[in-house]
Every structure is written in C-alpha cells, then in structure tokens.
C-alpha cells in the first residue's frame, strides 16, 4: 500500500504538471496506434520538429506574457512581417543571410518595444494593444511585399531551419554526434535531479520514494535516448532542435531564477500585492511584450526559412496555436502559473494530434474541431482544479 500512496502522492502533488505529461504520452500512443507506427518513424519524428518549431518557439514567448496576465494576439502578424523584411532585404536587395536574420529579430524588437509601449506605460490592455498589433503588422507585412510572394532565400538562411548537423563524429549508418548530445543531455537531467532532490531531503521537505525516483530517471532517458536514435538513423540533429533546446534551456532560467522571471509569477498571481512589494511593473510589462516581440522574430526567421520565402498570408492563426499549446500546457487563464516546459508540451500535443490526424486522412474542419475542444478541456481542467484546491 505504501507504493500505491507513493504512486499517487507523485502523480497529484501536481496535477497541473504530471497530468500534462500523461496526457501526451497517452496521444503518442494512441495515434502511433492508428497510424500503424508510421507517426515514430524517423521521417516522420524530423518532420514534426521541422514543421512545428516556430509554434514551439512562440508558445516559450507566450507563456510568460500569459504568466504575466496578458495574451498576445499579433505574433502571427509579427511573424509574417519579420519574415518579409528578411525576404526583401535578401531577395531584392542582395543582402547576405546574417542580414535577414538581424533584421528579423530587430523588426521583433521594435513590434515588442512598440507594444510595450501601449501596455505598461499607457495603460491599454494587452488584449487590446495586440489586437491592433494583429491589423497593423499585417498591413504592414502586405506593403512590404507588394502584395506578392517573395523567393527563394539564399539556401545559408534556408538551412537555418531545414539543415542538419551530422556526420562531425562518423557513424556507420548513424550519426554518432546526435546521440552524443543526446547522451550529454539526459546526464545533466539527472545530475539536475538528484541535486533538486538532495536540496529537498535537505530542507526536509517530502519527496517521492527512492524506486519511483529511479524508474522517472531511467524511463525519461530511455525515451530521450530512443528518440536521438531516431533522429541518429535519419538525417541527424536538426538545426531546428538545437535552437529550441538552447530556448527552453534560458527561458527556464529566466523564469525560475531570475528578479525578472519572479516578479512577473507575482504580477499575474497579484498585482496589487506586487505593486506594494516593490516590482516595477511597468518596465517588468514592456519586458514581457519586448522578449514576446523578439521570439515572434525568430519565429519569423525559422518560418520564412523553411517555405524559403515570404507571403502576405505567412502565420495566419499562428497566435491561437501559440495561446493554446500554453493553456493545455497548465498555464492558467487568470496569469501567476505556467512553465516553459509545459508550454512545449502543450505544443507537442498540438502537433502530434494535427501530424497524426493528417496521417489518417482526417478533414482539416474536423482537425480544427478537435484542437477546439481539447483546449476548452484544458482549460476546463485549470478551472475544475482550482475549485478543487480551493475547497481543500
């Protein structure tokens, strides 16, 4: 009985977090099994990473504006325009790669500083600020273009997004270097582990039983070290991925063990009670919109890298997949909870459940149903389990 308790203290000592991670283990296995395995294939796992990394990317800026209390309904527009000046620069104007990028991210900048502007310093909600940001960086996306299309990029600005690193350490029918970051990655989970762990005993605060505790250890790096071999046996390490992982990697520390990243958990958890304590709210805000503009700039740079080019129309909606991979993620509706990594999660599950429905031929008006509904049962999810915790 003592292991079935431990079991259970585990999973509930959290259900925003664990519940999450069920979740997608529970769709992997689901849609590998109507798609007879085809969703695991290497082809198909690189394909998911390639064709989803932007969403990923925006929902790590987005969690925290929702963190803070806000939403943020322009990143797609911001997407498009980033991604169209990087296009121009580039294809008329003959300018190398490293240009379209700094110019990318700059154009991020300047639509997050502008945005900040609006909403810490003039007081306009976010809602409202971002909801002319959506019509105004659009605009701007179609007059920047003309109206038409632009491509292709130079192929050194395409590889950003669709290029691998492979082959720096041989391999005979496998890359060799992808298993070795892999490899270096899971031992600092664990060594990040079983410091977080020993830091607990040491404030004697309760943890989960040794057994169980190994058995996460061993089972995440087993799923972790399958993957890399998956990844090993196609094409290697995508470019894309080691972006994402050195995002996920600082956005955590920010958020966990920087002034920034505290005082906004206590600007979206109470505002008042931050006011009175000292944070800088205004400037904390400008920051939120700021770091949100400069992701929705990367996501312009990977986005227009891989359709190798740009369009009026570029990330349409891309704002709603980016809310709702943080919402399913556990981040909450009314702000102060949230977590980069959940928000990644929630983003997987995105794509896992749209990359599986396409294997299966499904409509996409009966793939848009289903995103709809799983993200009002996530958040119907937060809103049962703070009633829950309320009438403890």
């Known amino acids: 009985m003592t292991g079935i308790a431990n079991v259970r203290e585990l999973l ?6 664990s519940g999450i991670y069920i979740a997608f283990v529970a769709i992997i296995a689901l849609f590998a ?3 007879d395995g085809t969703l695991l294939s290497p082809t198909n796992l690189t394909n998911v990473i390639l064709q989803y990394s932007y969403i990923l990317v925006l929902a790590t800026g987005m969690v925290i504006v929702i963190i803070g209390g806000h939403i943020d309904l322009s990143v797609g527009s911001v997407v498009a325009f980033s991604g169209a000046v ?16 700094l110019a990318a991210l700059l154009v991020g900048l300047v639509a997050g500083a502008w945005q900040g502007f609006w909403v810490a310093f003039v007081g306009i909600p976010a809602f409202i600020t971002t909801l002319a940001g959506m019509l105004l960086f659009r605009g701007l996306t179609y007059e920047v273009l003309d109206n038409i299309s632009l491509s292709p990029v130079p192929q050194s600005y395409a590889k950003i997004a669709t290029g691998f690193q492979n082959g720096l350490f041989g391999g005979n029918g496998y890359d060799v270097f992808t298993l070795v970051i892999f490899g270096i990655a899971v031992a ?12 607990a005993i040491a404030y004697k605060q309760t943890v989960g039983a040794t057994p169980l505790f190994i058995t996460k250890l061993v089972v995440v790096g087993a799923v972790v070290m399958w993957f890399a ?7 290697g390490l995508p470019n894309v991925l080691i972006i994402l992982a050195v995002l996920v990697i600082v956005y955590t520390l920010v958020t966990t063990r920087t002034v920034f990243g505290r005082h906004v958990y206590a600007i979206g958890g109470n505002l008042t009670a931050a006011t009175l304590s000292g944070v800088k709210v205004k400037w904390v805000n400008f920051g939120i919109m700021l770091n949100m503009g400069l992701l929705a700039g990367v996501a312009g740079v990977l986005y227009s890298a891989r359709s190798n080019g740009a369009q009026p129309g570029a990330g349409n909606m891309f704002e709603l997949d980016a809310i709702a991979a943080s919402f399913i993620g556990g981040a909450a509706v009314t702000g102060g909870v949230g977590r980069v990594t959940g928000a990644i999660v929630g983003g997987l599950i995105m794509a896992v459940m749209s990359n599986g429905m396409q294997l299966m031929g499904v409509d996409q008006s009966i793939q848009q149903v289903v995103k709809g509904l799983v ?14 915790a309320g009438a403890r």
């Open 12 to 17: 509930t000592r959290n259900m925003r977090t």
């Open 33 to 35: 099994i109507l798609t």
């Open 86 to 101: 990087a296009a121009v620069l580039m294809i008329k104007q003959g300018q190398p790669w490293w240009v379209g990028v």
């Open 188 to 199: 600092g989970y664990v060594v990040q582990e079983i410091r977080k762990r020993r830091a």
């Open 229 to 235: 071999w998956q990844l090993a046996n196609y094409r």
């Open 375 to 388: 993200l009002l049962l996530a958040v119907a999810f937060d809103v049962w389990n703070k009633r829950r």
